[in-house]
């Protein structure tokens, strides 16, 4: 579903700030894969997930959606192929904008944005009918502005937003990061529920490694620009975070870290 | 100070304000629905007079042909700073400042010279506001501002029109969405100057005569108008229509209190220094209640920890 063939990004080149952020990275995910990435602040876990988004060109290799190239293609243009959720609340939504609007622009992802009126009362209802998935009473608020939600709130309708429209790849980037515990827990099940329910293929950045092996059918490490570490299946299941702190160890030759993963 | 008003002609005050106000529609969609400060509007608002006035005098046309005319060199002028921000990577006040510059020159060739009359008297059957029939033209700008408004607030009630204002309000998530930000940009840029420049076309109308520097300072008028219509309606139920017309009524009161205190004494040659204050003074109010409010919370925070 989502072929990474060996990309390479390095940022402000030739300065004395380059920055080599991914080196030679290759990563296939067959349809309905669930992979949580893991690594320390800075290894290029963002970087891999905006390349595939396309925020940014890459200098080398190529990448593949459900079969189709995609290196070349510009952000918008790819975004009908990807369901996106950013770290801040405040991203992944318009917040001057009405919570159905915001619905309506995603469920029109990849679609031709013409001159017909753009919210309809059959449309409505099927906003209504998707909103009240998430628990949340934002069914019966369809009409308020998104800057009226709590940075949950809107976590949880970003992520009902990437899902609106099914993407052949859901990418999540320490979506829940930004939340308190409980709330996080939420988002986190939402997310889980959205992805087996509709057999989605996922990347989950996560700097909570019990969540990444709780999460998901495959595990990968990063570190330095690179994917030391990838694990799935059975053995995925088994390891605990001990395992993977002495495994990061023993490849990086460091301590793991990552500020936030050791609060966890 | 009622008699004041009235002696001064309050219907012509207010028809030049509503036309006014549309250019603050003008100014609007670029600067809080796109959220560009676009400074294109001051050259965009003279092509707008200059092209309708030129097509009027020189080549005849039908008033509405012209006021068309004006309309698509607007559109043409808000393409140029389109390009320049999009395409070439400028920052948009400075695509704005370069279309602005350049629009003196084509503004002069359009014109030929610094100041053409429309003489109301050769072309009365032609023109459809005048300055000599005042309540005639505040119905007809009424009218006009009411076709206007409605048409945009249509507009925006589409699938594109509602893309746009996402483009404006969050461009990484318009981009996430599938929107092409770089485009709707320019169509905002685009429709907004085209608005602008229609209103160039019936100021010339109202006041006779197309000017080169008729434009100076439409962008802090338009500021002006839009400042004061949200102080007036931020507590009404805000839909794009309201908003808009907001602005048309801040146009209105804008007009009429500088005509207020043009009577009263103050120097016309000190009208743009007292506009610009009062435009930085309203724009700073958001940031000064900010500050406020931050250091309340510090100091509500400081004493709770002496209270411990
Ligand atoms: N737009 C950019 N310009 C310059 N450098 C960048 C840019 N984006 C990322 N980098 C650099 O690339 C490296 C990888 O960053 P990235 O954001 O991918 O890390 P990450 O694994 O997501 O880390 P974190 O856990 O802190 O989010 C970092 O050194 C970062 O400073
Ligand atoms: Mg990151």
Redesign the interface.
């Known amino acids: 579903m989502l072929k990474i063939n060996n990309i390479s990004k390095t940022f402000n080149t030739g300065t004395v700030n380059e920055k080599k952020a991914l080196i030679n990275v290759s990563l296939h995910l067959k349809e309905g894969d669930f992979v949580t990435v893991i690594g320390g602040n800075g290894a290029g876990k963002s970087t891999l997930l905006n390349s595939v ?1 396309g925020v940014f060109n890459i200098d080398s290799g190529s990448i593949e959606i459900d079969g189709a190239d995609v290196t070349r293609l510009s ?3 790819r ?2 192929y ?1 369901g ?1 959720v ?1 770290q801040d609340p405040m ?7 009405q919570i159905m ?1 915001n619905m ?3 469920y ?12 309809t009362s059959k449309e409505k209802k099927v906003y209504k009918e998707m909103l009240s998935q998430l628990g949340l009473g934002l069914e019966n608020r369809m009409s308020s502005k998104v800057g009226l939600l709590s940075g949950g709130q809107r976590q949880a309708l970003t992520l009902l ?1 990437a899902v609106a429209q099914k993407p052949k790849v859901l990418l999540l980037d320490e979506h829940t990061a930004a939340l308190d515990p409980t709330t996080a827990g939420k988002v986190l099940e939402l997310s889980d529920k959205f992805i087996s329910e509709n057999n989605l293929t996922a990347m989950m950045i996560t700097h909570n490694m019990k969540d990444a092996i709780a999460y998901g059918n495959r595990l990968i490490m990063m570190n330095e620009g690179r994917i030391i570490y990838d694990v799935s299946g059975e053995e995925k299941k088994n390891l605990t975070v001990d395992d993977l702190l002495k495994k990061f160890a023993a490849l990086s030759g460091e301590e793991f870290a990552n500020d936030r993963a050791l609060l966890n | 100070m009622l008699n004041m008003i009235m002696s001064f002609g309050l219907p012509g005050v207010m028809a030049q304000g509503i036309i006014w106000g549309l250019m603050a529609i003008g100014v609007y969609i670029t600067f809080k629905i796109l959220d560009i400060a676009d400074l294109t509007v001051d050259g965009s608002f003279a092509t707008g007079g200059a092209v309708l006035v030129m097509s009027v005098t020189q080549y005849g046309m039908n008033i509405w042909i012209s006021l068309l005319l004006a309309f698509i060199a607007g559109c043409l002028a808000g393409l140029m700073t389109g390009i320049f921000h999009t395409k070439f990577g400028i920052p948009a006040i400075l695509s704005g400042i370069l279309t602005q510059f350049a629009l003196y020159s084509i503004n002069l060739r359009i014109l030929t010279c610094a100041n053409v009359a429309l003489n109301v008297r050769k072309y009365s059957d032609v023109v459809l506001i005048s300055s000599f029939y005042t309540t005639d033209a505040l119905i007809k700008c009424a009218i006009f501002a009411a076709i206007i408004i409605g048409l945009l607030y249509l507009f925006f009630g589409t699938q594109l029109g509602q893309s746009l204002r996402a483009t404006g309000c969050n461009p990484n998530m318009s981009r996430a969405n599938g929107i092409n930000t770089e485009r709707n940009k320019i169509l905002g840029l685009v429709i907004s100057n085209g608005v602008v420049a229609l209103s160039g076309g019936l100021l010339a109308q109202y006041q006779g005569f197309a000017d080169i520097n008729m434009g100076r300072g439409a962008i802090v008028i338009g500021l002006a108008a839009v400042i004061i219509g949200e102080v007036l309606f931020a507590k009404i139920y805000r839909n794009l229509a309201v908003r808009f017309t907001s602005a048309i009524v801040g146009g209105i009161l804008y007009y009429v209190i500088i005509s207020l205190v043009l009577r009263m004494g103050l120097k016309a040659d000190d009208l743009k220094l007292l506009t610009a204050l009062v435009v930085a003074i309203f724009l700073g109010i958001p940031f000064w209640k900010k500050s406020i409010m931050d250091s309340r919370i510090k100091k509500g925070v400081e004493s709770n920890v002496k209270n411990q």
């Open positions: 988004c952000e918008h243009k975004a009908k990807l996106r950013f991203m992944g939504t318009a917040a001057d904008m609007e309506s622009l995603a029109r992802r990849g679609k031709k944005h013409g001159l017909s009126w753009a919210l937003m």
